[in-house]
């Protein structure tokens, strides 16, 4: 039975198997544009110490107002 707080199933269940948390999963299926490619962004060394900021927040990471530019870009890749 499909989990209504998951917005992108099939990609939930393709992160799941490919090992990553429940958690996780969960994060990125429910992005708004989950599952859908682009690549038009820029990468994260291109990014502010602010756009980077407010990434981590959106994703759900701890202590992010205390971490310099490249650990923000480390943690946003790691996460």
């Known amino acids: 039975m499909p ?3 998951i917005k992108n199933e099939e990609q939930y269940e393709a992160l799941i198997k490919k ?3 429940k958690e996780k999963s969960a994060r ?3 992005t708004p544009d989950s599952g859908k490619k682009g690549g ?3 990468p ?3 990014w502010t110490k ?3 900021q407010k990434q981590a927040a959106i994703v759900g990471i701890k202590g992010r107002s205390y971490m310099n530019k490249k650990s923000l870009i480390d ?3 790691n996460n």
């Open 28 to 30: 990125i299926a429910n």
């Open 40 to 42: 038009n962004a820029k």
């Open 75 to 77: 943690s946003l890749r």
């Open 44 to 46: 994260y060394e291109e």
């Open 3 to 5: 989990d209504p707080k």
């Open 50 to 52: 602010e756009e980077l």
């Open 19 to 21: 090992g990553y948390s």
